[in-house]
C-alpha cells in the first residue's frame, strides 16, 4: 500500500475507500470546504488537547474521555511524517507541514557549530506563524494558552506553561518552569510544589507529570479563561513504548488518564461557567508494536564513513572526522554527510537501504513528497518499516559505549533513547539492549493501525473523513472566525 503522505503540493493525501482525496493549498476558506460543517455555531471557547498514542478502540476503556466526545464528531487522524512529538505539534499549531515551519525531527543538528540539540530548543525554531499568533493577527483581544507542548518557550501565547530545567556550571541542575505571566510558575510551586520533571520522562515516567499538567491548566483557567488552551498531556507515550501499545501496562495507562482528564473536564466547567469551551481530541500519533531495531551509525562507522574520538569514559560520536553519521529519532534518521558529497551520499543511501528494517532511503529532493524537503534535513532520511526503530549506538562493543550512553540524559545523545525508560540501577544504569523496546512511532503512516483520531465535543464542527495534522489548525481557527 502506498504512503498516505505522498505526492508534493498536496496539503493532505488521505486514504478514503481505497483512493486518496486531495486538498490543495491554497485560501483557508478553500481547503475548509472538504471537511468543515458551515452550520456550526462558533464558540467563544475552545480547548485543544494533544494526547500522543491515543487510538480509536481506546475510547471503550475511558469512560470520562467518552462521555465527552459523545455527542460530537470523530474522524481518523493522519499524523504527517515524521509523526513524532515536535514536528507534529508545529504541524497542529501552524497548519504547515516541516517544509515550512523548518521542524524536522525532534531535534536539530547545527552543520556550522557542528552541534546537536536534542528537545531543547526555544519557539525561535518554528519558521510559521501558529495559532496565537494568527488569532492575535486576526483580533488583538482574543487570548491563548499553551501548556507543556515542546517549542513553546519564548512563543507567542499569553500564557505559557513549559518546563525550563536551570543547568548550573557544575553541571547539576535545578527545576524550573518557563510561565507567561512570569510570577505563574512560583504561585504553582507554593500551590502544588515544582513540576515532577522526574516523572516527565524515563524510568520514574508515571501519570503524576500529566496530572500535575492539568493542575496547573485548571488554575490558568479559573485565573485567565484563554479563549483558545492548548494543552500537551504525554502520559500514554510511557508504557506503549516500553511493553507494547497493546500490554497490560499501556491498558492500564488508559484508566490513569481517564481519571485525570475527569479532573480536567470538571475543573474547566468550573472555571468557564455558563461559556462551556468546545473540546478537541486529538491524538499526535499511535504507537506501533515493535520486533526489530536497526543501527544506522554502526552500519556507517563499519563502512568507515562514521568517525569517533576515544576519551576516558569511551568512544564519542565526531563529528568533524565523520563523513557521514546518522541523527536517529524513533523510526526515522536523519543521516549528514560531510559537505554534501554526492559519491558519499550515494554509498550511504545504498549500505542503508539494504539494512533489515529499512523501509526505504531518501535523498533530501526525495523528501518532497513527504513535505519534509528543508535546509535542516539531512542529506538522507532513513525510514523504518513500521515493525521496526532506529537505535543511535555507533560503539560496537558495549564496554567502549561512552558514559552518557547508560544514564537518562536526553541532550548529550545525538538521537533519542527509548532506552531510558528500562533504566535500572542494580545493572549500572540504562541497559544497552535496544530489543527491549516493544513500541515505536514516526514512520509514515501505510496501515490503518498507524491512524490516530480527533474527537470533538459538539457535533458539526468536522465532517467525519480521515484528515490530517496539518488540518487541526485550521479546525480551531474556524471556531474563532478565521
Not at 547539576?172 to 504553582?188: A, H, I, K, L
Not at 552500519?299 to 568507515?304: D, F, I, K, P, W
Not at 550515494?346 to 513528497?369: D, H, I, N
Request: a negative charge; aromatic letters at 10%; hydrophobic letters at 40%.
Amino acid at each position: 500500500m502506498a504512503p498516505v503522505f505522498g505526492p508534493k503540493n498536496p496539503t493532505h493525501q488521505l486514504g478514503m475507500d481505497g483512493g486518496f482525496f486531495y486538498a490543495f493549498r491554497g485560501s483557508i476558506e478553500l481547503r475548509l470546504q472538504s471537511f468543515l460543517c458551515p452550520r456550526h455555531i462558533m464558540p467563544e471557547y475552545v480547548v485543544l488537547l494533544s494526547v500522543p498514542g491515543l487510538r480509536r478502540q481506546d475510547l471503550e476503556k475511558m469512560p470520562r474521555l467518552r462521555s465527552l466526545v459523545a455527542e460530537g464528531d470523530r474522524a481518523e487522524l493522519v499524523a504527517s511524517f515524521p509523526a513524532v512529538t515536535c514536528p507534529v505539534q508545529a504541524n497542529m499549531t501552524t497548519g504547515a507541514p516541516p517544509s515550512e515551519h523548518g521542524v524536522v525531527a525532534n531535534g536539530f543538528y547545527w552543520r556550522d557549530q557542528q552541534e546537536v540539540e536534542m528537545w531543547t530548543s526555544t519557539n525561535g525554531c518554528v519558521q510559521s506563524p501558529q495559532l496565537w499568533d494568527i488569532m492575535h493577527r486576526h483580533n488583538s483581544s482574543l487570548t491563548t494558552a499553551a501548556w507543556f507542548p515542546l517549542h513553546s518557550k519564548e512563543c507567542g501565547a499569553d500564557y505559557v506553561c513549559t518546563p525550563a530545567p536551570i543547568h548550573h556550571a557544575d553541571g547539576s541542575e535545578s527545576m524550573w518552569c518557563y510561565t507567561r505571566p512570569e510570577e505563574f510558575y512560583q504561585e504553582m510551586i507554593d500551590e502544588l510544589g515544582q513540576f515532577p520533571l522526574q516523572h516527565f520522562w524515563g524510568p520514574m515516567a508515571n501519570i503524576k507529570s500529566t496530572a500535575w499538567i492539568v493542575d496547573s491548566a485548571i488554575r490558568a483557567a479559573r485565573q485567565y479563561r484563554p479563549n483558545l488552551f492548548y494543552i500537551y498531556l504525554p502520559h500514554l507515550d510511557y508504557a506503549a513504548q516500553k511493553l507494547g501499545p497493546d500490554s497490560e501496562g499501556a491498558t492500564l495507562a488508559l484508566a490513569d488518564l481517564d481519571a485525570v482528564l475527569g479532573k480536567l473536564i470538571d475543573g474547566f466547567a468550573s472555571a468557564y461557567g455558563d461559556a462551556q469551551p468546545l473540546w478537541l481530541v486529538a491524538s499526535e500519533y499511535v504507537i506501533t508494536a515493535v520486533d526489530h531495531v536497526s543501527y544506522p551509525n554502526r552500519v556507517l562507522r563499519e563502512a568507515g564513513l562514521l568517525a569517533v574520538r576515544e576519551e576516558s569514559d569511551g568512544e564519542h560520536l565526531d563529528f568533524s572526522a565523520s563523513r557521514a553519521w546518522a541523527m536517529v529519532d524513533h523510526q526515522f534518521s536523519h543521516v549528514f554527510v560531510r559537505d554534501s558529497d554526492a559519491a558519499t551520499i550515494e554509498q550511504a543511501k545504498k549500505l542503508l537501504a539494504s539494512e533489515a528494517g529499512v523501509a526505504e532511503v531518501l535523498t533530501r529532493k526525495e523528501t518532497a513528497r513527504y513535505d519534509l524537503e528543508h535546509e535542516l534535513c539531512g542529506d538522507l532520511v532513513v525510514i523504518s518499516k513500521p515493525n521496526s526503530w532506529q537505535a543511535y549506538y555507533w560503539w560496537l562493543d558495549d564496554a567502549r559505549a561512552p558514559s552518557f550512553a547508560r544514564s537518562v540524559d536526553i541532550h548529550s545523545k545525538p538521537g533519542y533513547d527509548p532506552v531510558e525508560l528500562f533504566w535500572d540501577q542494580s545493572a549500572g544504569g540504562v541497559p544497552l539492549d535496544a530489543s527491549l523496546v516493544k513500541g515505536s512511532h514516526g514512520a509514515p503512516t501505510v496501515e490503518p493501525s498507524q491512524r490516530g483520531v480527533l474527537f470533538s465535543s459538539q457535533r458539526g464542527v468536522f465532517v467525519e473523513r480521515p484528515m490530517a495534522d496539518t488540518d487541526v489548525a485550521d479546525i480551531v481557527l474556524r471556531q474563532f472566525g478565521i
